[in-house]
């Protein structure tokens, strides 16, 4: 038939008939299709049929009126010809669905899954808030679909919001994910490689003494988790996740040591870290929770670093500062004042041995880690006490 409004409108379905097509005289395969349901009333749409090999494919394209008349016609030509040039057009469109329903917030999951079976715990918190947080304006596309331009307008919002450091941080883990999603066959690129890393300036900042005892008094002497951990922090320069996560069962109080397992250090290797008495005193101090192991905090560690640290600037009056900062104080002043050895400073802070060291020196170095620290807690001690240290220089 010639598809008019007058002839479209003319067409019927006898009462003997639920189902019948009408062929279009100007496009093969293009029908209009009437149809009656449970309740007998008749519904007409715009169909096409083609053969694609042994299969044959009917795609709708919705209720047919005059109004819709020279829509229909454009897609069944368009059909027409896919199926002419070697398309398969009900494949196409299901192709299409399915890579729709690869977006980037589903693939995360995934990805984020995979990688918990390997990553530190306090490295996949940080990571699950780059991707989860700050990659949120893309959880919703799909990820092939996902490009250059889509990703260096993110970073740079994101480095206007939340710093140049936060936006390095996102692109690296952004990255990964990109990676992991090409071995997966997801995308054919890493969209990430040819975006720009923000400047940053390293970081030199160390405290003088003056500030070291501040932070010091300003901290409290009662049971505030907060206030154990940094004075924790400052008498053994560890990492702030290393105590952050700390555990009663890597605690041997007797032994004066702390047992750190690979899988919490950041070189991948157990640490034993040695406790002075005013650290000992500063655990032995500690409430033991019956619900869980950890030292600080709830049940998953110590987490309110942020909060817990402007509560505490506001009862400073020195310029900003950092906690790892007391760590590399700690370094600075072990080596200009109390004259401790590099190398007893590098096991001290855990750092990766450097070249052929890491192979062959298997020594923990233990006695000279201890020594350290217990000379450094006299010269923190003197600092807030106010008076001489004891600390006497071991060099010649």
Same mark, same amino acid.
């Given at each position: 038939?010639?598809?008019? =409004?007058?002839?479209?409108?003319?067409?019927?379905?006898?009462?003997?008939?639920?189902?019948?097509? +009408?062929?279009?005289?100007?496009?093969?395969?293009?029908?209009?299709?009437? *149809?009656?349901?449970?309740?007998?009333?008749?519904?007409?749409? +715009?169909?096409?049929?083609?053969?694609?090999?042994?299969?044959?494919?009917?795609?709708? +394209? @919705?209720?047919?009126?005059?109004?819709?008349?020279?829509?229909?016609?454009?897609?069944?030509?368009?059909?027409?010809?896919?199926? %002419? @040039?070697?398309?398969?057009?009900?494949?196409?469109?299901?192709?299409?669905?399915?890579?729709?329903?690869?977006?980037?917030?589903?693939?995360?999951?995934?990805?984020?899954?995979?990688?918990?079976?390997?990553?530190?715990?306090?490295?996949?918190?940080? &990571?699950?808030?780059?991707?989860?947080?700050?990659?949120?304006?893309?959880?919703?596309?799909?990820?092939?679909?996902?490009?250059?331009?889509?990703?260096?307008?993110?970073?740079?919002?994101?480095?206007?919001?939340?710093?140049?450091?936060?936006?390095?941080?996102?692109?690296?883990?952004?990255?990964? +994910? &990109?990676?992991?999603?090409?071995?997966?066959?997801?995308?054919?690129?890493?969209?990430?490689? $040819?975006?720009? %890393?923000?400047?940053?300036?390293?970081?030199?900042?160390?405290?003088?003494?003056?500030?070291?005892?501040?932070?010091?008094?300003?901290?409290?002497? @009662?049971?505030?988790? /907060?206030?154990?951990?940094?004075?924790?922090?400052?008498?053994?320069?560890?990492?702030?996740?290393?105590?952050?996560?700390?555990?009663?069962?890597?605690?041997?109080?007797?032994?004066?040591?702390?047992?750190?397992?690979?899988?919490?250090?950041? =070189?991948?290797?157990?640490?034993?870290?040695?406790?002075?008495? #005013? $650290?000992?005193?500063?655990?032995?101090?500690?409430?033991?929770? #019956?619900?869980?192991?950890?030292?600080?905090?709830? %049940?998953?560690?110590?987490?309110?670093?942020?909060?817990?640290?402007?509560?505490?600037?506001?009862?400073?009056?020195? $310029?900003?500062?950092?906690?790892?900062?007391?760590?590399?104080?700690?370094?600075?002043? &072990?080596?200009?004042?109390?004259?401790?050895?590099?190398?007893?400073?590098?096991?001290?802070?855990?750092?990766?041995?450097?070249?052929? $060291?890491?192979?062959?020196?298997?020594?923990? /170095?233990?006695?000279?880690?201890?020594?350290?620290?217990? *000379?450094?807690?006299? /010269?923190?001690?003197?600092?807030?006490? @106010?008076?001489?240290?004891?600390?006497?220089?071991?060099?010649?």
């Amino acid at each position: 038939m010639k598809l008019t =409004q007058a002839a479209l409108a003319s067409l019927r379905l006898p009462e003997c008939v639920n189902d019948r097509a +009408f062929s279009i005289d100007d496009t093969p395969g293009f029908a209009v299709r009437l *149809r009656r349901n449970r309740e007998g009333k008749v519904k007409a749409t +715009f169909t096409f049929q083609y053969r694609f090999g042994k299969k044959q494919g009917r795609p709708v +394209f @919705g209720p047919a009126t005059p109004a819709t008349i020279p829509a229909a016609r454009a897609w069944a030509m368009a059909l027409y010809v896919k199926t %002419k @040039g070697g398309v398969d057009p009900v494949a196409e469109r299901a192709a299409a669905v399915a890579k729709a329903g690869e977006t980037v917030g589903a693939c995360l999951e995934l990805f984020l899954a995979q990688r918990a079976k390997t990553l530190r715990p306090r490295s996949l918190v940080e &990571m699950r808030r780059h991707l989860l947080v700050h990659c949120r304006p893309l959880h919703r596309l799909p990820i092939a679909d996902v490009d250059r331009r889509t990703v260096a307008l993110l970073l740079n919002k994101l480095a206007e919001t939340s710093g140049p450091v936060a936006a390095n941080l996102t692109r690296s883990a952004l990255s990964t +994910f &990109m990676v992991w999603a090409m071995k997966q066959g997801l995308v054919d690129t890493n969209p990430v490689v $040819a975006t720009n %890393k923000n400047p940053t300036q390293s970081r030199e900042r160390t405290l003088t003494d003056d500030e070291l005892r501040a932070i010091w008094l300003a901290l409290d002497d @009662g049971p505030d988790d /907060y206030s154990a951990l940094v004075r924790l922090l400052i008498l053994t320069a560890a990492r702030r996740q290393e105590l952050g996560g700390l555990t009663w069962s890597e605690c041997d109080l007797d032994a004066e040591l702390i047992h750190l397992p690979r899988e919490r250090m950041k =070189q991948k290797r157990a640490f034993d870290l040695p406790l002075s008495p #005013p $650290a000992v005193a500063i655990l032995k101090a500690r409430p033991r929770h #019956p619900d869980h192991d950890f030292v600080f905090g709830t %049940k998953i560690g110590f987490q309110t670093w942020s909060w817990a640290k402007r509560q505490l600037d506001e009862r400073l009056t020195i $310029a900003p500062w950092r906690l790892h900062d007391l760590r590399r104080t700690a370094a600075t002043r &072990m080596a200009e004042k109390i004259k401790i050895l590099p190398h007893v400073i590098e096991e001290v802070l855990g750092h990766a041995r450097p070249g052929i $060291a890491a192979v062959y020196n298997k020594s923990t /170095y233990l006695p000279e880690k201890a020594d350290a620290l217990v *000379r450094w807690a006299e /010269y923190v001690s003197a600092l807030a006490e @106010g008076r001489p240290s004891k600390v006497v220089s071991l060099r010649a």
